[in-house]
C-alpha cells in the first residue's frame, strides 16, 4: 500500500488538557490496530534553544508553540500513501528530541490534540470532528492526577 495514494479518512479527535482524548484514541487503535495510524499534535511542539527552566515556563496550550505545518505537511504525504518520521517530544525535558517514530499510511488516521481546529488548513484535512468534553471537577481531578504521576 506504501506510495499508493489513498483515500485516507482523518479523523480528529480534541479537547482540553485531561479531557481523555488521549485515553479515547488509545483505545480505538487498541479496538482497531493496524487498521488505522495515530498522529498525536503533541509531537509537533517546536523545539526550543533554551534552558530548561526557560522552557518549564513556556505555555504550551497555545498555536505557537507547535509546528502545525509540517504536521500537515506530514499527513498529507500520509494520504500520498507515504510513511513519515514523525517527531517524538519529552514530557520531562520539554523539548522535540532528536527520535522520531515511523507512522505508515492507513485508511483512517486519527489526529488528537488539543488545537488541531485550530489551524484552517489542518481543519480542512479532517472528515470527521470529535471533541472530548468533560466537567471541569473532573477535568481538575484528572488534570491533577496525571502531573503528580508524570513529575
Known sequence: MEGLAMNTIFIGIAG?????????TEHLKQHFGD?????????????????FEER???NYDHPDAFETDLM??????LKAGK?????????????R???TELIRPS?????EGILIFQNKELRELLAVYYEQDVSHEVYDSVDGERYVKES
Open 97 to 99: 528530541t532528536n527520535e
Open 16 to 24: 482540553g488538557t485531561g479531557s481523555g482524548k488521549t485515553t479515547l
Open 107 to 111: 485508511k483512517v488516521v486519527i489526529v
Open 56 to 58: 518549564c515556563k513556556q
Open 83 to 95: 510513511a513519515i518520521r514523525c517527531p517524538v517530544c519529552s514530557y520531562a525535558d520539554h523539548q
Open 72 to 77: 500537515v505537511e506530514q499527513l498529507k504525504d
Open 35 to 51: 487498521d488505522i495510524s495515530v498522529v498525536h499534535h503533541d509531537s509537533y511542539y517546536k523545539y526550543q534553544d533554551r534552558p
